[in-house]
């Protein structure tokens, strides 16, 4: 088996079973994570190591991989994300390392007969989750390079999502918003509910972002219910005098434990402070729980005994992170910036990012910008489009290479009723933008001046295939 074919084999069953399902049908009657659970505990059994999980609508993965490098002090560290921005095997590393393709497809070789045993007990219009095949990828491939460390970032959402099925002590959840409301559900706390799935009676303690007041209440009731330590932001950690600067954000983090002071992050916006607070809240516990173990000589050997404790939360270390496509400026003359935007609130991030570039010179004052927006139609483009307008002197609404993503048309005509004078426009997907290149935008030759590009993860993988900017 190759690199495609295993590719392939990961979403084999998912396709297979699509034309008998109705897309709009709930994840949590259409998803089945119980056919992978067995599997996926059995795997996570082989090497027990502190695990965790994460959740939340906006910021999962820059959180992850702060949390990775606050950790890596401490012991290799083994991080799932998704999506990916290049290449499948970009989902899954071990430090900076990312997952060889010719290990994915070994690994994806020897699960099959796991999976194909699951997939002969099926009927036709269930499917085994590419998540759980994921999940079970991740897991063999940590159990192989000995990580002292796990952490796995849950798919849209919990409850409904094979990931949520992996045995962990800590779970981080960041800010939860409503999005996903075809999977997930209608309403906020829809889909609240469903992510409040990852405290369970075996999660020790979790870390959570700023929240609305009923989502909040949700968890702290969930946490009582499981008996899992939750902290929580505002109160028992946050950041403080956040501050931007040429090289990114500048902020202090204040903890149950410990004040940390000119903690930076080399990645733009208000939110990766929180983010970063959110990471070393729980990077704290979970050293503090290992160092607690060596104590009781209940430590397994993988994690060096100095490298044990809560003073040990190496905050240095995030000044070197590289997460792309977050507030990501890829070109400064012309100006391009590229972020995972999908909902107003991380829109509003954005506008906070663009009026710091104005008092940095980066871009002139008053000057408008062109946006290229890819948001399906279930999550809220008309919230990103609204807070992102009075800076823009167009905006071009985007679809993805990926159809499994809908756009239906849908947002073009709503609109321009909404805001006749703003000059909107349709493409299919970035295809349609062949000027918009990395050649072409350091060579001043995208005519359309200061852009903008903002929508979900698969519209900003788009961005960095060869075929279209091409980094």
């Known amino acids: ?43 996570a059994s082989r090497r027990e190591v502190p695990t965790v999980l994460v959740t939340g609508s906006k910021g999962k993965g820059s959180a992850a991989r ?67 095949y994921q999940a079970a990828i991740a897991l063999t491939w940590f159990q192989e390079k000995k990580v002292s460390f796990r952490i796995l970032e849950c798919g849209k959402g919990v409850k409904s ?16 918003f409503r999005e996903h409301t075809r999977e997930l559900g209608p309403e906020l706390m829809d889909i609240a509910a469903n992510k409040a799935a990852i405290l369970s009676p075996e999660t020790r303690a979790a870390a959570i972002a700023p929240q609305e007041e009923e989502v909040l209440e949700l968890f702290l009731k969930r946490a009582e219910e499981t008996g899992t330590k939750l902290l929580v932001y505002g109160r028992d950690f946050a950041a403080e005098d ?42 704290e516990e979970i050293l503090a729980d290992v160092g607690a173990a060596w104590q009781d000589g209940q430590q397994t050997p993988e994690i060096p005994k100095r490298s044990a404790g809560v003073r040990n939360v190496a905050v240095s270390a995030l000044q070197e992170i590289s997460w792309p496509g977050r507030m990501e400026v890829v070109s400064r003359e012309p100006f391009c910036m590229v972020d995972a935007s999908i909902n107003r609130e991380s829109a509003r991030e954005v506008v906070k990012v663009l009026e710091e570039l104005k008092r940095e010179k980066a871009l002139k ?68 933008l062949p000027a918009l290149s990395k050649a072409s935008l350091q060579a001043g030759g995208w005519t359309k001046g200061p852009t903008v590009i903002l929508g979900t993860t698969a519209l900003i993988e788009n961005v960095y295939s060869p075929a279209i900017l091409g980094y």
Do not use: W
């Not at 060889?100 to 499917?127: M, N, T, W, Y």
């Not at 999502?161 to 939860?176: E, F, K, S």
């Not at 149950?256 to 990077?283: D, F, M, T, W």
């Open 1 to 43: 088996m190759n690199f495609e074919e295993a590719v392939d084999e990961v979403y084999a069953s998912h396709m297979a079973a699509e034309p008998y399902q109705d897309r709009y049908t709930p994840d949590i009657i259409k998803r089945h994570p119980e056919l992978t659970k067995d599997l996926l505990t059995e795997l």
């Open 66 to 132: 702060m949390l990775q490098t606050l950790l890596s002090s401490a012991g290799s560290v083994g991080l799932m994300t998704s999506p990916h921005l290049h290449d499948f095997n970009d989902r899954f590393r071990v430090g900076d390392a990312i997952m060889p393709e010719e290990d994915l497809a070994r690994i994806v070789e020897g699960l099959k007969p796991s999976f194909d045993a699951i997939q002969s007990r099926i009927p036709k219009e269930q499917c085994i989750s590419p998540m759980g």
């Open 161 to 176: 999502d094979d990931v949520g099925n992996v045995p962990h002590g800590y779970a981080m959840i960041n800010g939860i």
């Open 242 to 283: 956040i501050r931007y600067s040429k090289q990114g954000m500048e902020f202090a983090v204040r903890t149950s434990r410990q004040y940390y002071e000119n903690v930076k992050v080399p990645l733009l916006g208000e939110h990766q402070a929180r983010n970063a607070a959110l990471a070393i809240a729980l990077a």
């Open 365 to 432: 004052e008053g000057e408008k910008l062109t946006f290229v927006i890819g948001v399906p139609d279930d999550k809220d483009y008309f919230g990103v489009v609204s807070t992102i307008l009075p800076y823009a002197k167009e905006v071009i609404l985007t679809g993805t290479v990926n159809r499994r993503y809908v756009f239906a048309g849908i947002q073009l005509p709503r609109l321009q009723e909404a805001y006749p004078e703003m000059p909107f426009s349709c493409i299919t997907d970035l295809r349609e």
